[in-house]
């Protein structure tokens, strides 16, 4: 159980022994006495349960009736008590074969033993101990937990690495393979990543014998602690390696090859395991996390799987219609047709020329958006003919007419 986990185990002690730790618990509610209550029916579980169901059970209900998490709930910490006291029961196979035959009998003063005894009233010396090994179980893995009882090394895994790739737009709709360089932590090939000079080996640690930890124990309270002198290693190394000075590790740059898949959008994170960092003394190498951004393209504007691309437009192109090409992602030229009289704003959808979608064969579109651009710079003969036409034209921008006619009727509404 690592050094986190061991102070929560700590505080968790104090809960649920109180002020009474020499007395069982279930039987003691608001200082008064009542009958206690089946170890089964407190966990939620049949006689017949097995051991992982039993454990799942106490997870679920500690965690229920954690005082933590019921602040507001006055009767939280004594459930929380009742459902350790009968994990710590029903958990060992002999004290639950005691509670099956003769139920809490079994542990009461001269019904198998006193409160010392191996099922004494209450709790034994070892509580302490076994409420350890319980929280262990319930949070060690995620406190950082995990390496059993029997000692052994546990080498540290590396830490994860990441990289920012920028690719183009191209490079986004049609994959590439990217090469690329970082200088991450690799394991000493000197000493194969284990720390120790060559021709010696790492010892186990005299102080933890291996478990990475120690204890301390006081009356009912056990603290486990990282281990000082090997730093939760579990091992020590007396002759370090020359290369790496006994971490089993140096800093190397490294070049790899990515492959990235087409259709990745910006944002997208792709992992290659055990690329990150090499382990501590021969430890798991951890993960290399790539974080993709796309660039921004001089034409198009990404929506999914579709494109958009804004083209400006002549007014008389408009205005009489034509033909234009329009560019697409792949390079190519797209013609399209523009009808008499378009606006601006006015969009022409290219079906199957935008962008595909990853992991399918599908592809979005590509939109053509024309902006209809007014002509500057106009010489005397053009700013003519301009005035010719507008005096000819009738009827030729209908929204722009139907507009001053409805503001010249608010006009005089207002004059009334």
């Not at 994990?87 to 002999?94: F, N, R």
């Not at 194969?192 to 120690?214: D, L, N, Q």
């Not at 382990?279 to 951004?293: E, K, Q, T, V, W």
């Not at 007014?374 to 003519?384: A, D, G, H, I, Y």
């Amino acid at each position: 159980m690592s050094e986190g986990a061991g102070a929560f185990a700590h505080l968790a002690f104090a809960v649920i022994l109180g002020n009474n730790p020499g007395h069982s618990t279930s039987d003691q509610i608001s200082g008064g006495q009542m009958a206690k209550r089946d170890y089964y029916e407190i966990l939620g579980v049949s006689k017949s349960c097995t051991e992982r169901e039993l454990k799942v059970a106490f997870r679920r209900m500690a965690k229920k009736y954690h005082p933590d998490a019921n602040r507001d709930d006055p009767e939280a910490e004594q459930r929380f008590k009742e459902v350790a006291e009968a994990y710590e029961v029903l958990k060992d196979p002999q004290k639950r074969a005691a509670y099956d035959r003769f139920g809490h009998a079994a542990f009461e003063n001269g019904g198998g033993g006193g409160p010392g005894g191996p099922f004494g009233g209450g709790f034994g010396p070892d509580f302490g101990a076994s409420m350890s090994d319980i929280f262990e179980e319930m949070f060690g893995d995620f406190m950082g937990g995990g390496r059993g009882r029997g000692g052994g090394s546990r080498a540290a895994r590396g830490s994860d690495l990441r990289y920012n790739l920028e690719i183009t737009l191209p490079e986004a709709c049609f994959g590439k393979t990217a090469r690329i360089k970082l200088p991450t932590a690799v394991a000493c090939e000197s000493c194969g990543g284990s720390g120790a000079k060559e021709g010696s080996s790492p010892r186990t640690c005299p102080t933890c014998h291996g478990h990475g930890s120690v204890r301390a124990q006081s009356g009912f309270f056990t603290v486990e602690r990282t281990c000082p002198s090997c730093h939760g290693q579990g091992q020590v190394i007396s002759d370090p390696c020359e290369a790496c000075g006994g971490s089993g590790r140096v800093t190397r740059e490294r070049t790899l090859q990515v492959k990235i898949p087409a259709g990745v959008e910006d944002g997208t994170r792709i992992r290659l395991a055990g690329e990150g960092e090499a382990g501590l003394r021969g430890g798991p190498a951890g993960d290399l996390y790539i974080f993709l951004s796309i660039k921004p393209h001089q034409f198009f504007q990404r929506d999914g799987a579709d494109l958009f691309c804004r083209i400006p437009i002549s007014m008389t192109k408009a205005a009489l219609g034509g033909e234009i090409e329009a560019p697409t992602i792949e390079g190519k030229k797209a013609r399209v047709h523009i009808p008499e009289g378009t606006q601006t704003g006015r969009q022409f959808r290219l079906k199957g020329l935008g962008m595909p979608v990853l992991n399918s064969s599908r592809k979005g579109d590509l939109y053509i958006q024309v902006d209809v651009e007014t002509p500057v710079n106009l010489s005397m003969r053009q700013k003519e003919l301009l005035r010719e036409f507008e005096q000819e034209a009738r009827d030729n921008s209908p929204k722009s007419e139907g507009f001053f006619a409805k503001a010249k009727k608010f006009w005089e509404s207002l004059s009334e």
